[in-house]
């Protein structure tokens, strides 16, 4: 079992989730982020939960807003390396 740190109160689930919602993307190019459109939650394990709206062409090149929501872990070090966190969980549905 890893331990995960939420101490770095530097640390910015909302930039990181940016890079993981583009490698679950068809057409990451086309994404569009908000950073007004981020909620991001400390769990008691140490992970975060981020909720993010984004908005991208989907297989079929029609532009569609998506919701993620992704559980992250913090393993230490520099926040702004993707290296240092573990994708544990994501999930995305069509916004209505």
Partial sequence: ????TNY???ANPCIISKDFIKQDLNNPATADFSMFDCSTDKNSD????VLRKVSAQ???GVEKEFIYKLKLGF???????????DLIKIQSEEYK
């Fill in 46 to 49: 140490g992970t975060y939960t």
């Fill in 75 to 85: 393993k230490g070090g520099n926040w702004v390396d993707i290296s240092n966190w």
């Fill in 1 to 4: 079992l890893s331990s995960y």
């Fill in 8 to 10: 770095d109160d530097d």
């Fill in 58 to 60: 989907n297989s079929f």
